[in-house]
């Protein structure tokens, strides 16, 4: 003989399945708004390490504009295509000022292979309130011979601006 089971138990099964499955959901977008500036940061990290013979190719020419217009605009224009909004006005002069981009451009461009970030370490520091700020160790490594690495150390901190995360300091240890 089959029991029937009552439709109100079914209605309640399923409450209780979509509630949980809510939940869930709730947990892990909470947990990734609270990962929010590492995750930024290592975005940043990996574009800035994990560099192109074009990246060189670009970098010295928007460079050689700049200095034969005697224009400053050139460069940050470049550097907003390259980062697009992820930087704050100051971490586009710090990425300039320590040249940031550069040193691993030169990489790929002297190895004449692009370079792959392998890892990125972030170690949190102290930082004043709506900072976060970490230091960091990246590994990167040469598309022609994996065993080629290079390695990466520096300090980058990111502000909240307009309620977003961005990058205010990056610089070189």
């Known amino acids: 003989m ?6 109100s138990l079914i209605i309640t099964l399923a409450a209780i399945f979509a509630a949980f499955i809510v939940t869930v959901v709730l947990v ?4 990734s708004g609270m990962d929010a500036p590492e995750k930024l940061a290592k975005a940043v990290l990996m574009r800035t390490y994990g560099a192109t013979k074009q990246d060189y190719e670009d970098l010295n020419h928007a460079l050689s504009q700049s200095q034969s217009r005697d224009d400053s ?5 470049y550097m907003h295509t390259v980062y697009g909004e992820q930087l704050t006005d100051n971490g586009y002069e710090k990425c300039i000022a320590n040249r940031i981009i550069s040193s691993a451009s030169q990489i790929a ?4 292979t692009d370079l792959k970030v392998s890892a990125i370490e972030l170690q949190p520091t102290d930082a004043l ?4 700020g970490y230091l960091f160790t990246v590994q990167a490594q040469t598309e022609k011979d994996v065993s080629n690495t290079f390695t990466f150390k520096g300090y980058i901190e990111l502000v909240q601006e307009d309620g977003n995360w961005k990058v205010d300091i990056i610089s070189p240890r």
Request: hydrophobic fraction near 25%; avoid cysteine; charged fraction near 50%.
């Open 73 to 77: 605009q050139i460069l940050l224009d």
């Open 129 to 132: 309130e709506g900072r976060r």
């Open 2 to 7: 089959k029991k029937k089971v009552s439709r």
């Open 28 to 31: 892990f977008s909470f947990k």
């Open 109 to 112: 461009y002297d190895e004449n």
